[in-house]
């Protein structure tokens, strides 16, 4: 097995293209060390990103934040403006394990890993947030939703890198909340999980919306129904229960020992209504 | 005067005797190398030209061998030794034959985990490496893991053939153990009744969930002298059965216990010891093993898991006429006793007319169970307070007074047979009255769960030997490892004895050649049996110091007494000395024989049963069925409370380890028969996070069987929290829960099946 750290993205990308064999990045290694150490993957090749240049900042641009691939969730968690901000997205990366897990993981690496239950990933979908991918024939920016494809699986290229993610700008009265449902408080796989994102006018009524299922289906589900469900109402009981409703029609969960398909399917809802709820108080909205 | 050393004398006193090391708090002497990464564990010990050797397990859940290749592996660079089941020597039809048949199969494999080839090799990653090119042919059989399942007659037999005794007809050949207890006219006492419940209960199988994994080195030389550093709770169990294992006498394995990180029941018997001791003997080299944690839960512990029907029967004003309950464990494919032990704790906490208790032991398709706190008793309590409960909620009256007005006392013929002597159920139930909690307003979705808890408590075979230092100092060799803070408690008793400060003692656990033979640390029986071996030990170093003292005055010994930590004449008759401290003796007293030292020896009696109440307020979310812990409190007899602490320590952890088992901890197996969940983050122990503070609120009702009064208190602090919380989700849910765990899904369903 090699190890590389290199400098530049540049040489990030032809060691990665370059490479016959099974490689992998590192980021914060929360999840490619513990697939090491469970022998689920013998990589040839590892490489390293956060020594490269820009990796581990967080800039402001265009009203919004780059986020380097290589910042961990707890430098997230520190930034007073991109909490401001994004408030849902920053909760659910620091939803990620543990304080000492909150050191190392990253935005990047939660959605590379591309599983369904990642938790940041419902998060950025409907913050409309966009990834900088730099490869073999050069840079282009893609929409976070479209980088996975299914359990494990990601529509990155070989020797594609993810260098930052773009969380862009947002009117005013805006809110975004994320929940998740474990059987614990902490250090648990969501068994599923939801984003909520809105804008509201001076009267409270939503105007826009957006709403993301974690962990219910191989890859994070947009509800449409159920945004629709809201946009146009103050979030009265009537609105929220159809919001509910459509969430939990929405799922597609397996049975498996963490949860079964109509604990999920539940759930889901539940988590929906409650950030839903969360956002539009964010947002400025009162009830 | 008081002269608490002579034996007999300190009994009558038990209660008002004042002390003054025991029941105060200094810091606990393995602290500071605890916290500053000196103390050494299992997987710390390294040795010149040591191997490292891992272990091929079996994928399936039941098989025959049909046979086993080993020679790829063993031509394999850096491979030196591999051992089979062939490498061991039969053991006949004991006990001890399936503890070996569990760390090698044998013709058979009963689970998936099993053991089947280990591989030494120069390095982890070698000896991996090997194992992938060990050929094993199998002969897959089908498999059963539920309890229910395989006692009837389609399952299939695992041990076609065996016989086990005092199982009655029409028990099927799975069935290894019968048991039966109670005493009274049972039909009688139904007919008695005004209301009967009756119900059928499910728990999980739980792993003790120690976060040390199990871990050895062994070495053997030429000579046929070997050693063993391990992680255990018994090196005497150790040395026995892996001498046995690769046939050598005792005298020549010299085990160590090394610190031990978690135990719980869980490493009261062997897996790797004799399997690296005999990697050893072939190679001629150290061999270290160290389990993964995913080895851990599919090879190690877990308890047992549980079905149980339960019937009892009250009358309007809370007299129960009558009590029955039908425990079948199971705890994988080896004989146990642990359904036997669910028997007689089932009801042991009532004073009951008309009491039956019957168990069966099953074996299926899972790992060989070891013992974990109380085994077999917070099951089955669980079952019988759960139904305590459910007729006090129909019949409107307080789970506290019913309780009160049935519990077992002094007198009382218990469930299981002998006639409880003090005891101190009825005083914890006063507690829990009485304490704030009880009266504390509960709010929306909020439930609040009672449960009595009950353990036997044992004593067995001790040996402690103590030295005292010229400089007035004393070193006490105790054999228990200490997986509770016993080696505190034991410089405490030995200290309070001999009248000198608790920082003059040092006590550490000898290896097995240091003293004489010690049971296992199991049964909370070490601050009882090496406590009362410790007071023993010092009150015989003592009697020797008198007779230092005599000699110098030139007085009789018997004209000698034991003061504050010093000899003096026993009266003005005897002669005017001033007090001559165990120091000043000490130091001289290479001129007055020579060295000297105390040592007791003993096979202890009289551990005095142990009760326990807990009270807990839960919070369910009737939308997702989570459930939160809002306040726990436990009320514990603890005879004496040696170091208050520790005794706070062992309630606060039993609760916890309760509160996982009623929650979310479980092993779950798949259609195929294999363990789907073995690491932490599917098995869900509960998180510092899930919990509120514990309040733990210590009961001294003295033990006559101990010179202090002490009862074990290290395993009844489990047994009530599994039914409390149960208790307190069926108020909270509004329907009553009979399955554990109670995880979110399974309360959620409750909850939406009873609308
Ligand atoms: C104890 C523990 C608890 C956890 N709890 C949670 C949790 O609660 N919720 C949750 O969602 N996850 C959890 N995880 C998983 C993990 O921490 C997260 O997925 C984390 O965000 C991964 O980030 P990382 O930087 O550590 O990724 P890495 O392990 O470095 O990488 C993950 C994957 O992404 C790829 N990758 C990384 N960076 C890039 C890039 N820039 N471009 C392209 N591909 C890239 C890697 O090759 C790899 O395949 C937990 C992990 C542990 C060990």
Partial sequence: MRFESPDTIEQAVELLNTCDGISRLLAGGTDVLVQLRLALVEPDLIVDIKNIAGMRNITAEDGGFRIGAAVSGAEMGEHEGLVALWPGVVEAMELVGSTQVQGRATLAGNLCNASPAADSVPAMVVANAVARIVGPNGTRDCPVIDIPVGPSKTSLAKGEVITSIYLPARPDNSGDAYLRFIPRTEMDIAVSSAGVNLTIDSAGVVTQAQVSLGAVAPTVLVVDDAAKAIIGTKLDDDAISALQAACSAACNPIDDKRGTVEFRTKTAGVMAKRAALIAYSRAGGSK | ?755
């Fill in chain 2, 1 to 755: 005067m008081v002269t608490e050393y002579k034996e007999g004398s300190v009994g009558a006193e038990l209660g008002q005797r004042e002390f003054k090391v025991v029941g105060t708090r200094p810091p606990r002497p393995d602290g500071v190398d605890k916290v500053t990464g000196r103390a050494l564990f299992g997987a710390d010990l390294t040795a010149p030209g040591m191997l490292h050797a891992t272990i091929l397990r079996s994928p399936h859940a039941h098989a025959k061998i049909v046979s086993i290749d080993t020679s790829a592996a063993l031509a394999m660079d850096g491979v030196k030794a591999v051992v089979t089941s062939d490498d061991f020597v039969k053991q006949g039809g004991s006990g001890n034959q399936d503890t070996l048949d569990n760390c090698m199969a044998r013709g058979k494999v009963f689970y998936d985990g099993h053991a089947v080839v280990a591989v030494a090799a120069t390095s982890v990653m070698v000896a991996n490496a090997a194992l992938k090119l060990i050929k094993v042919e199998y002969e897959i059989l089908p498999h059963e893991t539920d309890v229910d399942a395989a006692m009837l007659d389609s399952a299939p037999v695992l041990h076609a053939g065996r016989k086990f005794r005092n199982i009655p007809e029409g028990n099927n050949a799975n069935v290894s153990g019968f048991w039966e207890f109670g005493h009274g006219d049972i039909d009688e006492g139904f007919a008695k009744a005004d209301i009967i419940v009756e119900r059928s209960f499910k728990t999980a199988a739980t792993h003790q969930g120690y976060i040390e994994p199990h871990a050895t080195l062994a070495t053997m030389g030429p000579d046929g002298r070997g050693e063993i550093w391990v992680s255990t709770q018994g090196h005497y169990m150790v040395r026995d059965l892996s001498a046995a294992f690769v046939g050598m006498e005792t005298s020549q394995l010299r085990v160590t216990a090394a610190e031990i990180g978690g135990g719980f029941g869980g490493k009261t018997t062997v897996y790797l010891e004799p399997v690296a001791l005999a990697l050893s003997k072939k190679s001629g080299r150290p061999v270290k093993m160290v389990m993964t944690r995913e080895e851990v839960f599919r090879a190690s512990g877990p308890t047992t898991s549980s079905s149980t029907d339960v019937k009892i029967g009250m009358t309007k004003d809370g007299r129960i006429t009558a009590g029955q309950a039908k425990p079948r464990y199971q705890g994988g494919a080896y004989p146990n006793i642990t359904a036997m032990l669910g028997a007689m704790t089932a009801f042991a906490s009532y004073d009951l007319e008309a009491v039956q208790t019957q168990a069966w032991n099953v074996l299926t398709n899972r790992p060989k169970q070891a013992a974990y706190r109380a085994p077999g008793a917070p099951m089955a309590i669980y079952t019988v307070e759960s139904v305590i409960d459910e007729l006090c909620q129909k019949l409107d009256l307080d789970p506290i007074e019913v309780r009160l007005m049935n519990a077992a006392k002094k007198g009382t013929l218990s469930s299981y047979g002998p006639t409880f002597d003090e005891i101190g159920l009825v005083a914890t139930l006063e507690a829990a009255k009485a304490h704030p909690h009880y009266a504390a307003p509960l709010g929306p979705n909020q439930g609040r769960g009672v449960s009595c808890g009950f353990w036997f408590n044992f004593a067995g075979n001790t040996s402690v030997s103590m030295g005292i230092n010229e400089d007035g100092t004393v070193s006490v060799i105790e054999g228990n490892p200490d997986i509770g803070g016993s080696r505190a408690s034991i410089s405490m008793m030995a200290a309070e004895e001999l009248g000198i400060p608790f920082d003059k003692v040092r006590t550490i656990v000898g290896d097995t050649n240091s003293i004489g033979f010690n049971d296992v640390t199991d049964g909370s029986r070490v601050t009882f049996s090496v406590g009362l071996a410790t007071i023993k030990a010092a009150r015989a170093a003592i009697q020797n110091m008198c007779g230092r003292a005599a000699q110098v005055w030139g007085i009789d010994a018997d004209a000698v007494d034991w003061v504050d930590g010093a000899a003096v004449p026993t009266g003005h008759n005897a002669g005017e000395f001033p007090p001559m401290t165990l120091a000043e003796i000490a130091a001289d007293s290479a001129k007055t024989g020579g060295p000297i030292a105390g040592h007791h020896e003993v096979n202890a009696d009289g551990a005095g049963v142990s009760f326990g109440v807990h009270l807990v307020d839960v919070e369910v979310d009737p939308e997702t069925g989570f459930t939160e812990i809002k306040r726990y409190t436990v009320f514990q007899d603890a005879g004496k409370a040696i170091h208050p602490d520790y005794v706070e320590g062992q309630m606060q952890g039993g609760a916890v380890q309760g509160i996982g088992w009623a929650l979310n901890e479980e092993y779950i197996y798949g259609e195929d028969g294999k363990l789907q969940n073995a690491g932490f983050l599917d098995y869900r122990i509960p998180v510092a996070s899930d919990l509120p503070m514990i309040d733990a609120v210590i009961l001294e009702i003295p033990n006559p069987g101990h010179p202090y009064g002490v009862r074990g208190v290290g395993e009844t602090g489990i047994v009530p929290p599994l039914a409390a919380v149960a208790n307190g989700v069926s108020h909270a849910a509004g329907v009553r829960m009979s399955e554990l765990p109670m995880s979110p899904p399974r309360i959620l369903a409750a909850i939406d099946g009873a609308k």
